[in-house]
């Protein structure tokens, strides 16, 4: 009874909704009230159902006309105008077209400053609205962190399926300075993080809404896995062969950490895998195979630095390598038991095999009295 009571009034809602826009914007022009009515009809009250992807198509259309402003400004205003996370979430939805749809028009919103406003949203009318609610605040940071991403690189993120696309990236790519190249890696590694941060929904509620989102942000992130890969491979190159643009110690340890914080959202991502297994499994090896040679690189720098240290004092000799081994003392003595044994080991050798030093084969010592 709680349901359909919910579902009557939500389709009540919807209705008054529609002629009240019918009516605001009789002045309007054609196209603002087209768009009102369409985003309307694609962002009802009812649970099941998401987004009508028909009505959803109606708005995006305008996305890259004069019009452009309007399509956002009347997404915006239906996120600020509602407190039903149904409507909320589909609002969202539309708005993540929208922005995928405007590569030309969209500037992006002000990151870190709540443009959407959406940080205390809270529907308790219902558990599953509970649980929406988490999603509509998860989902506005990620629409933020989204439009950043344009800013960041100069453009919105193209998809790049073509190679000729790719090559043209990579192109302009290898152009940037090193530090340049490993503030934009930063940004969209961050990107990565926030997708980790995502609500998780109880199998008692999944539903189609949140499937729809997951869709768009599985988009979303192999995009940018094709971002980070191409900057990631001439970083690689970069190291291998340093040559005008070679990477100093800072940035060597920005792209250290930024390998680790990929790491660290591997298994979270894993998830996604299943979409684009062949380009998920090649970006991960090349972020595995990067991390390892810099881990060896630093390893051999290490070796490299440290001495064999040769300590002698009044009676005493010590061999001490520079590593973990713990060292040992050999003791010689004056006495007449210890002439004797050198005796009988005169121009003989003594081999001393450590696997662990930092000699390759074995040392060895002649003793000679």
């Keep these: ?10 389709k009540v809602k919807d209705k008054a909704s529609i002629c009240k826009a019918i009516l605001f914007h009789s002045f309007s022009s054609k196209a603002v009230k087209y768009i009102h009515l369409a985003l309307l009809k694609s962002t009802t009250h009812t649970s099941h159902k998401p987004a009508d992807r028909n009505y959803i198509s109606d708005v995006v259309s305008y996305s890259n006309s004069r019009h452009s402003p ?5 997404v915006m205003w239906r996120l600020q105008a509602t407190k039903n996370a149904f409507v909320a979430i589909k609002s969202l939805i539309v708005f993540h ?6 590569r030309d028009k969209f500037e992006g919103l002000d990151h870190g400053r709540n443009s ?4 205390d949203f809270s529907d308790k009318s219902s558990n599953l609205t509970i649980e929406l609610s988490r999603w509509v605040i998860w989902y506005g940071l990620y629409l933020d962190s989204l439009s950043w991403i344009s800013k960041v690189l100069g453009s919105f993120p193209n998809s790049m399926e073509s190679s000729k696309e790719k090559s043209k990236e990579k192109d302009c790519v290898s152009s940037y300075q090193t530090g340049y190249i490993m503030r934009q890696t930063d940004s969209l590694v961050s990107f990565f ?3 980790c941060t995502r609500p998780d929904t109880p199998p008692l509620f999944q539903n189609k809404i949140v499937d729809e989102i997951r869709e768009l942000v599985i988009q979303d992130y192999f995009t940018v896995v094709r971002l980070v890969m191409i900057r990631l491979q001439i970083l690689s190159e970069r190291l291998i062969k340093p040559g005008i643009k070679p990477i100093d110690d800072s940035n060597l340890n920005d792209l250290w950490l930024v390998l680790m914080r990929l790491e660290e959202c591997k298994r979270s991502l894993s998830g996604f895998f299943w979409r684009y297994r062949r380009l998920a499994e090649d970006f991960w090896c090349l972020v595995e195979t990067l991390r390892a040679g810099m881990l060896h690189d630093n390893k051999e720098m290490v070796e490299l630095t440290g001495l064999v240290q040769t300590t002698v004092k009044d009676k005493e000799e010590m061999v001490e ?3 973990s ?5 050999v003791i010689f003595d004056d006495s007449e038991t210890a002439m004797n044994e050198l ?3 005169d121009s003989e050798w003594v081999t001393f095999d450590d696997s662990n030093a930092l000699a390759s084969e074995p040392v060895q010592f002649s003793l000679h009295t």
């Design 1 to 10: 009874m709680a349901r359909l009571k919910s579902l009557i009034i939500g």
């Design 70 to 74: 309007a399509a956002f400004a009347a």
């Design 97 to 102: 077209n929208l922005i995928k749809s405007s």
């Design 116 to 119: 959407l406003k959406l940080n």
């Design 193 to 195: 993080e926030h997708i």
């Design 321 to 323: 390598p520079a590593s």
């Design 325 to 329: 081994v713990q060292t040992e003392w």
């Design 343 to 345: 005796l009988k080991w």
